[in-house]
């Protein structure tokens, strides 16, 4: 089982340029404005579902792992 690391989405998100932001929410499906939205607050990724933070999470762990 993996484990979802918050702290880490936030602070990975918060790097990604806006380009960056929109190949992230074409690969998960997620919309651009939540993905904002998750990279201004911790507080919004806290309320965000188990399997969306993990779909996050394995496309930004795709994009370091391929770069």
Do not use: C, F, N
């Amino acid at each position: 089982m993996e484990t979802i690391r918050l702290s880490e989405i936030h602070t990975r998100l918060s790097e990604l340029s806006g380009e960056q932001i929109l190949e992230l929410a074409r690969r998960t499906g997620i919309g651009r404005s939540t993905l904002y939205q998750y990279r201004a607050s911790p507080e919004a990724l806290k309320r965000a579902r188990g399997s969306t933070l993990l779909a996050i999470q394995r496309a930004l762990d795709e994009v370091r792992d391929a770069a």
